[in-house]
């Protein structure tokens, strides 16, 4: 491995949550494991219930993580970019696969076994902190998405998912706040999946949304024309 790629490598690991506190050496020590694999648009990654034997984390593209429901429907948790990682759960306890990823476009991804993660982490006890503060962070996320199908509409949620969405988009802070016009490349059965509602659902409320000016709607892609507004809705 050339010293340019250990050190993107590096990086990568650096900014995930899971080992931003971790000492260089120990980072430098984890990098050297990855490995780089390569998945095509529609390629599965991993299928729930396969065995929970690596952590992903994107180097481009994008994964779509989603379960299904025993009539075969599916729900998508979330969407994960570059810079973001997946399937260290699995990782962490050695249980199959709670979720299937599949690649959503041409997608990189570094990734490091449990085998080797596991004997890296039994040598440098430091890094489980960081291990339980991820761990903490993801429960969070899913007492917050709990709480969001108990109290929330379907209005409301939309509204909260497309803001969510756009925060993640480069700059995409500062461009919501700004309230400039942001786009999301996202279609809307992907959004019906994450909010597990139909697709007709989505389609009318974002019709809706779009009449009042908030949105407008493109084939593969949704533009918060007035994001501040639409924040201001919830």
Known sequence: M?????????????????????????????????????YGAGEAIFREGDPG???????????????LSPEGDELSFSFVGPGECFGDLA???????????????LTRTLVVTRGDFVHWLSQRPRASVAL???????????????????????????????????YTQPEGRATVERSE?????????ELASMLGVSRQSVNKQLNLFAREGWIA?????VTLK???ALRMFL
Request: aromatic share 4%; charged share 30%.
């Open 91 to 105: 990782l962490l306890d050695g249980r199959p696969r709670s979720a299937s990823a599949v690649a959503t476009q």
């Open 2 to 38: 050339g010293r340019r790629q250990m050190k993107q490598h590096e990086q990568l690991m650096r900014d995930l949550p899971l080992l931003a506190r971790l000492w260089e050496g120990d980072l430098r020590a984890l990098a050297v494991l990855g490995r780089v694999s390569r």
């Open 217 to 221: 709607l493109a084939r593969g892609h």
């Open 132 to 166: 339980l503060e991820t761990l903490s962070f993801r429960l969070r996320r899913l007492s917050n998405t709990a709480a969001d199908l108990v109290f929330l509409d379907l209005p409301h949620r939309l509204a909260k998912r497309l803001i969510t969405l756009a």
């Open 226 to 228: 007035d994001p501040v």
């Open 181 to 189: 016009p942001v786009r999301i490349r996202i279609t809307q059965e």
């Open 53 to 67: 034997d690596s952590l992903h984390i994107v180097m481009e593209g994008e994964v779509r993580i989603f379960v």
